[in-house]
């Protein structure tokens, strides 16, 4: 990234990746609870339901969904401005952050 603009983009696409695009896929378990549902291939014989490998890859990956993962709303010290790293990273990380917080206190019904 050579201009602050596609900083901000790049940015802007991991910050969706990580949060809006994740809570879409990441509520796969409701597809995976029938194998006669839905499934990671589609087969070519005309059959209505999975194959067992695919059902239980798709079991697989609903249950390494639910595996704890970092808060979105820490610092990471250890990453953003570590080593070297430029210091819009922490600046853009942290005004993040604090948008994030007044946004779900203004949808939750508090102040801003």
């Not at 900083?7 to 896929?25: C, D, K, M, P």
Request: aromatic fraction near 12%; glycine fraction near 8%; hydrophobic fraction near 40%.
């Amino acid at each position: 990234c050579e201009t602050d603009e596609e900083r901000i983009n790049v940015l802007s696409q991991l910050i969706f990746v990580v949060t809006a695009y994740h809570e879409l896929v990441g509520t796969v378990i409701d597809y995976w609870q029938l194998p006669s549902f839905m499934g990671l291939r589609a087969l070519r014989d005309g059959s209505t339901t999975t194959d067992l490998q695919a059902y239980l890859n798709g079991l697989i990956l609903a249950a390494f969904t639910g595996v704890p993962n970092p808060r979105l709303m820490r610092s990471f010290p250890n990453f953003f401005g570590k080593d070297g790293a430029p210091e819009w990273e922490v600046t853009v990380w942290s005004n993040f952050q604090k948008k994030s917080q007044d946004s779900i206190r203004t949808s939750a019904g508090g102040e801003q």
